[in-house]
DNA sequence: AGAATCTAACTAACTGGTTAATTAAGGGAA
DNA sequence: TTCCCTTAATTAACCAGTTAGTTAGATTCT
């Protein structure tokens, strides 16, 4: 038995079917399904293009968040993006540009949040609480994200992937290039303890991610609810004055 | 074959076999395999059960830690152990199992160093900040260990599964009990600034092992090796640093 | 008609897990 | 000592089920 990896996929092996060729929809749905409520075009529609591509980015970032790279299913995507699973192929050439895709949905909404602060004429120290601040609310808005994060930093094994590198160069090296800039004028003008940018950026991202991409796991072995507003609430001001006491004076 | 089950008839179809009951081992083999220069038994041994269930064990948590649950591939850590796939399934029921070994290895080695403190007479501050300690030296001398971790934590989705209740029972709750109440008293002393356990543990947790579990990502993107001994020797000073700037009164 | 959009059914390759055969060693009997 | 039987340890070959990706078309819009 497949555990982790098994999905029961029956391929309907004996139900019978009607000839290949003679099939047709039933009389009277003419490529209309209803569906929910509301009717949704079914059939070579050319209405909802994007509609159909959008579906199923969204459904890829939960399937990858869930289940990472390795474990997600295109078939599980097919399925939550209510599409046959060959239109993926259509819009996406294969499972890893699918997940390329989705990595630049969310390094991209990361990038267009925290960018602008960081290249703002805020003093250091408050460049670096709002810094911080939009990072987490970014986060907390889209608490899925982090798990897709998770991941691909933790894919690269040993060497980097091309896919990797583009990522890098592309999303982390300018907030590097920024943080490391603000961490010297901060220091230089006495705001902020001086810190090696090595150390504090995967410190921040720790502290903000961690708690999300675990939040899954603590709902479901403490009674609490860690994506309540109320907890959220909390943490974020938690996170904020654990950073404020750890590096400004 | 004369396989009474009759499963399987069509078994070593080519190749050409001696009688079965007379089959014997070559002429000065003996059990013996010469491989890389020193002499391993092979067959059928009694000698190194343990051994191979070593190797097994630590072949499984390279590749566990390298590609996740879902990524890890059997066939590969067989090849890795240098035993066959099929000694995996005689020491260890699937690969789940063999998981939950892997999982065993790694945080009871995190308890058995880290709960002795938690347990000890010493002052909340010198406490937290001695856990925060044996925390991160654990971590640096296994740094393959926070990708598994990280892995487990990710796994449970949606709902927990019987396994992770018992990883959580028998390893976190333990350290969460104790550190909740360290953090009490320290705040009750005045030694700590009054935060909430299910704030603080999981912000611990994140800045030590993010860090390690994004290593394999930053040595192939930056010039740095971040698990070069003087690398690590500065993050370590740089955490507890961190920490005790940030809760320490 | 022709292009864009969409689908049911299929397949090649892979992967977890099984099986029957095989080997070395220990123990007891002759 | 020698022979045989039992058992633990180990393996090559195999299989059933899964999965990414393809194919040959169908549908609808312009």
Redesign the pocket.
Known sequence: ????????????PTSP??G??A???EAGE???QRERGRIR?????????E???AAILRAAVAEFAEYGIAG????RIAQTA??????L??YFK???ALYEAVLDHVFSGMRERVLPVLESDLEPREKLIEYVSQYFDYIAANPRFPRVVQSEWMRVGAHASPQMLRIAREYFAPIYAQMAKLLREGAEKGQLRPVNPLDLLPSLVGIVIFYFSTATAMKALLKVDPLSKERIAERRKFVLEFITEAVCL
Chains 1, 2 share one sequence.
């Open positions: 038995m497949a555990s982790t990896t098994g999905r029961k996929q029956t391929r309907r079917r009607r290949r060729l099939q047709r929809p003419s490529g209309l075009t079914r059939f070579g529609t050319r209405g909802q293009p509609e159909s591509r997600a299913r295109t078939d209510k599409v046959n699973k060959a239109l192929y259509y294969d499972k890893d």
